[in-house]
């Protein structure tokens, strides 16, 4: 009031309205905001004076701030107010909001109630543009959301923000442009995605890839998993690994997102598809293939619609799209009394006694191994379909040998190995080499380096050889030096392998695998099958072939040799192939019984070779 001072709020809308003198009719129906909060008159508590609103604004922000009361009936109903109050959870930009919108809710809180508006406060960093600066029209690096949902995915995008740390910027790859789009239209090929988008699509990918591996097959086999079941203890050791990890992976999962945490869960995620896709369905493809339905088939199937329907499930929050058309037809469609959909789902709890960590720890150390074999056939050069004689690992613990002993056809199947020896520490198959770190022991041991380094150099084979075992065992090793006997660290001495002629080495934290490299030629022999029977499967995709097709297939070669391995071999080569007839033979004359629907020839000249040899491949369908 411009004559005594007073100043008054208003608290509301309607206290508003009841105090107005003058200026409610041009008011009314608009927002309390200028011009027409001018108009509006009140009478002066003080001293009866007609007074207007006070012409100074305060920062905009004090109004969000006051929403924790202002829009909860604080004045008004007290008691729903403390049924919502505090809010369990608030997020926006970290830059923007620190010092505007999340400091004023605090103050005015810290103000009317002496506490916190909110239980958890989540700022995350800002969104650039490709090049990593602040998005702009006028520098043409603006992204328009709709345009990005629809040319990369919704669920693309979801998968690119859980899985980026919201402590730093995120700079958004490239989306396809207009012109990309034209020109797809034009071309009639797919728009091409950046790398960084193909990286972030991987996973959703692999889940539908998986997916589709699953309802191909039990179409064929007319698999419906709501007449199935069989308790998780009569199922494989397979089976049961992968309940295992699932049952973790919901562990994980749901800790996570309890704590508003979503890098984690979706780390954990992929972890999970990863073992699903690459370990498990790869090792169970056998199982499916086969025909019937047996129990151990009925057991794979049951265990795969299982993980996916939990994965989707898990999922869900973080691409809601996709697992929800997944959900429709894996769930819905053969339970109608399931929920309408995923979203309306109960989370997945955890059952504690499905979970086996030796079993888990088992099979880890097998897929450790299996990963260094390849490793090691990679450095030699020699694809897996190439068998190879034998494989020697080592391994830190008796534990560790036992199992490893127990599990080792695992091994061999998947690196195409025909015998597993463990070696022993003091095994001649590898070479060592000490590595002194100078920059590290310098500060340590200063001029007395020169004197280590010298006496390492000095050491014979077998003292190399029990020095480096000592430190990939221990982490330390004992060095006389200068009537001193220093203790050297794996960090002062690195330690290398190599492998005696005839073999490759991989290692990887005292884990040690020396893969023979010797092809005899009854292993050759075997490697040239292997590689017609894959060449056949990539032909039966471009004939057009389906999956559960039977077909014929007629082999012709000038090589009698050859065509003698192709019959040596006829029942492994039909057997994978899916063929019921099969047919060798050195004429073209010698006709199939089948009729011929494609043929190809494969010649050291064509893109798919078979060493030297000239092979015509026939194939029909019966």
């Known amino acids: 009031c411009p004559k005594c001072g007073t100043f008054e ?74 049924e919502w109050f505090p809010a369990d959870f608030v997020t926006e930009s970290f830059p923007g909001q620190f010092r505007n919108w999340f400091y004023s809710m605090l103050v005015m809180s810290t103000v009317l109630e002496n506490t916190p508006p909110f239980k958890t406060l ?99 086999d007319q698999f419906n998993p709501a007449q199935h079941q069989l308790p ?14 699932l049952q973790l992976t919901i562990r994980e999962v749901t800790n996570g997102l309890e704590h508003y945490d979503t890098v984690k ?32 088939k009925v057991a794979a199937y049951l ?51 499905v979970i086996d960590q030796k079993l888990t720890n088992e099979t880890h150390l097998v897929m450790r191994v299996v ?30 040998e036992e199992a490893l002993t127990r599990l080792k056809e695992q091994v061999l199947e998947e690196l195409n190995i025909k015998q597993l020896e463990l070696m022993s520490n003091d095994s001649n198959m590898l070479a060592y080499t000490l590595k002194p770190q100078v920059k590290v022991m310098g500060p340590k041991y200063g001029p007395l380096v020169q004197k280590i380094l010298a006496v390492i150099k000095g050491l014979d084979e077998h003292s190399v050889q029990v020095a480096a075992q000592q430190l990939e065992q221990t982490g330390s090793f004992f060095l006389a030096v200068d009537g001193k006997e220093l203790e050297l660290t794996r960090n002062e001495v690195d330690v290398a392998s190599t492998a005696r002629p005839g073999f490759v080495t991989a290692e990887e934290r005292g884990y040690i695998v020396a893969l023979e490299t010797t092809i005899t030629p009854e292993l050759r022999n075997e490697g040239l099958i292997r590689d017609l029977t894959h060449y056949i499967q990539d032909m039966r995709k471009r004939a057009g072939f389906n999956i559960e097709d039977h077909i014929g297939v007629a082999l012709y070669t000038d090589d009698v040799k050859l065509a003698n391995m192709f019959v040596d071999y006829q029942q492994e080569i039909a057997s994978e192939v899916l063929a019921s007839n099969l047919l060798v033979s050195i004429s073209q004359r010698d006709y199939p019984s089948f009729e011929e629907t494609y043929r190809e020839q494969i010649s050291p000249t ?17």
């Open 9 to 82: 709020i208003m608290g509301s809308k309607e206290e508003l309205h009841e105090r107005a003198v003058a200026g409610w009719q041009e008011f009314e129906g608009h927002s309390p905001h200028r011009p027409w909060i001018d108009d509006v008159k009140i009478r002066c508590q003080g001293c009866g004076e007609e007074v207007s609103r006070i012409k100074d604004v305060g920062n905009p922000w004090l109004d969000a701030g006051i929403v924790p009361y202002s829009t909860l009936h604080y004045r008004t109903d007290h008691a729903y107010w403390q």
């Open 122 to 220: 989540f700022g995350f960093a800002t969104l650039m543009g490709e090049d990593g600066t602040p998005m702009h029209k006028s520098k043409g690096n603006l992204v328009v959301f709709d345009d990005a949902a629809q040319r990369v995915g919704s669920d693309t995008m979801r998968w690119l923000y859980t899985n980026h740390n919201p402590e730093q910027n995120l700079s958004f790859p490239r989306v396809p442009t207009n012109e990309d789009m034209e020109k797809s239209k034009q071309t009639g090929l797919p728009v091409r995605l950046s790398e960084k988008w193909m990286q972030v699509r991987k996973t959703l990918d692999k889940i539908w890839n998986v997916y589709w591996f699953f309802v191909t097959y039990a179409n064929i």
């Open 232 to 245: 998780v203890e009569q199922r494989s050791e397979l089976d049961r690994w992968i309940l295992s990890e």
């Open 265 to 296: 869960p979706s780390e954990t995620l992929q972890d999970f598809l990863d073992d699903l896709s690459n370990w498990y369905l790869r090792r169970s493809r056998e199982r499916i293939w086969a025909s019937g339905l047996e129990q151990d």
């Open 303 to 353: 265990t795969l619609y299982e993980c996916l329907t939990t994965l989707i499930t898990l999922m869900a929050p973080f691409t809601p799209f996709v697992t929800e058309e997944l959900y429709q037809n894996l769930v819905k469609s053969v339970n109608e009394q399931a929920p309408m959909s995923v979203h309306l789902s109960d989370w997945p709890q955890v059952q504690e006694n």
């Open 371 to 400: 990963g260094l074999g390849r490793a090691a056939r990679e450095k030699a050069q020699i694809k897996v379909r190439q068998p190879l004689n034998a494989l020697y690992v080592r391994v830190p613990n008796m534990d560790e």
């Open 606 to 622: 064509s893109v798919k070779k078979l060493e030297s040899y000239t092979i015509e491949v026939v194939l029909g369908k019966l």
